[in-house]
């Protein structure tokens, strides 16, 4: 069983930043994909940012130039490093991973005070 776990949300004041970590419990290399996503109570789980195994990234308009992903094999832990941070980024993040199956993370808390 794969296990995704998220780390460093927070409360942060706006234009400032946080970086959101993801360890799994297995080898990264073997996901086709990884990524973010967000979920604001009352919407839909949406996309922010992916990163395939060769390590090409994809990133939500709302979020490009501001949001980067990243990921270090040896500690098995994809990165979202997140700056410029506004107030419609708050919401749960959401860690994902995909091979052959999807696999998600328990969230974490991602607060924007303007």
């Known amino acids: 069983q794969v296990q995704l776990v998220e780390s460093g949300g927070g409360l942060v004041q706006a234009g400032g930043s946080l970086r959101l970590s993801c360890a799994a419990s297995?080898?990264?290399?073997?996901?086709?994909?990884m990524g973010w996503y967000r979920q604001v109570p009352g919407k839909q789980r949406e996309l922010v940012a992916t990163?395939?195994?060769?390590?090409?990234?994809n990133y939500a308009d709302s979020v490009k130039g501001r949001f980067t992903i990243s990921r270090e094999f040896v500690k098995k832990t994809v990165y979202l490093q997140m700056s410029s941070l506004k107030p419609e980024d708050t919401a749960v993040y959401y860690c994902?991973?995909?091979?052959?199956?999807?696999?998600w993370g328990q969230g974490t808390q991602v607060t924007v005070s303007s």
């Open positions: 994902n991973a995909n091979y052959g199956a999807t696999y």
């Open positions: 297995t080898s990264i290399f073997s996901f086709d994909t």
């Open positions: 990163i395939t195994r060769g390590g090409t990234s």
